[in-house]
């Protein structure tokens, strides 16, 4: 069975730095584009950035509001994405979904992992 | 940048009704565009991709069609479970999603 199961929100002060993982299991890891979705509360959902898999090049690309203070990495050895997110600001606030990409779409979704910023 | 827009917002309805959601992308976006369900307090699940193909395991009662700039999500004979906000997303230039359709108990 596919899974993706994410972990590492909590609350956290503006300019803080937070770091999410992802944890794949049930199929093979590094074939996908590994991406990052959020959702503000209340709120729409908003492609937050992907890293390829090694095959791609292994490069991460981010959103406009993102880019510059987040990065992307991936461990295929232990089949873990991870989002560091450096100078969090109070519009960072929300749920963190990570997915995977070939192609196009695939499901499911981790479960998300809620990220709180605020003073 | 590539945007989406969804119509309605929110749509009222009752269980046995077919209604349908319209998605229109900014740009020609081929058939790059998938259709997700999101019940409150889960992860989104995606239904459609490629604008008309079925995800595994999805009711068949979910259709999608369209092509270019503009796409249609149908859901025939509504039941419970299908009470929920659907968003449709362009995957042809990164990932654009619309803002989403409530779909609500008349």
């Known amino acids: 069975e596919v899974q993706l199961v994410d972990s590492g929100g909590g609350f956290i002060q503006p300019g803080r730095s937070l770091i999410l993982s992802c944890r794949a299991s049930g199929f093979t890891f590094a074939d996908y584009t590994m991406t990052w979705v959020r959702q503000a509360p209340g709120k729409g959902l908003e492609w937050v950035g992907f890293?390829?898999?090694?095959?791609?090049?292994?490069?991460?690309e981010f959103a406009a509001p993102v880019k510059g203070r987040f990065t992307i990495s991936r461990d295929d050895s232990k089949s873990v994405a991870y989002l560091q997110m450096n100078s969090l600001k109070t519009e960072d606030t929300g749920m963190y979904y990570c997915t995977r990409d070939s192609s196009g779409p695939r499901g499911p979704w981790g479960q998300g992992t809620l990220v709180t910023v605020s003073s | 940048d590539i945007q989406m827009t969804q119509s309605p917002s929110t749509l009222s309805a009752s269980v046995g009704d077919t209604v349908t959601i319209t998605c229109r992308a900014s740009q020609s976006i081929n058939s790059w565009l998938a259709w997700y369900q999101q019940r409150p307090g889960k992860a989104p699940n995606l239904l459609i991709y490629?604008?008309?193909s079925l995800e595994s395991g999805v009711p068949s009662r979910f259709s999608g069609s369209g092509s270019g700039t503009e796409f249609i999500l149908t859901i025939s004979s509504l039941q419970p479970d299908d009470f929920a906000t659907y968003f449709c997303q362009q995957y042809k230039t990164y990932w654009t999603f619309g803002q989403g359709t409530k779909v609500e108990i008349k």
């Open positions: 890293i390829r898999n090694k095959a791609d090049g292994g490069t991460p």
């Open positions: 490629k604008a008309s």
